[in-house]
């Protein structure tokens, strides 16, 4: 591309930064998302495991006295 002409430059760097910011924010959603997603089944999974743990040790106890 040819850019000589002052305002087709001034409009290539405002589209570059109308799609940079487009992307941005379309790729900051995603990463939130899937954190998110990822943090909450990371969370479930250690509490799943904790309360398996502790059930475990009461039911282990009573049947033990």
Known sequence: M????PLKIKLHHQLYWQLDSQLDSQLHCQLTTQLYQQLYWQLRTQLVWQLND????????????
């Open 54 to 65: 502790q059930l475990y040790d009461e039911l282990y106890k009573s049947t033990k006295r």
């Open 2 to 5: 040819n850019f000589t002409n």
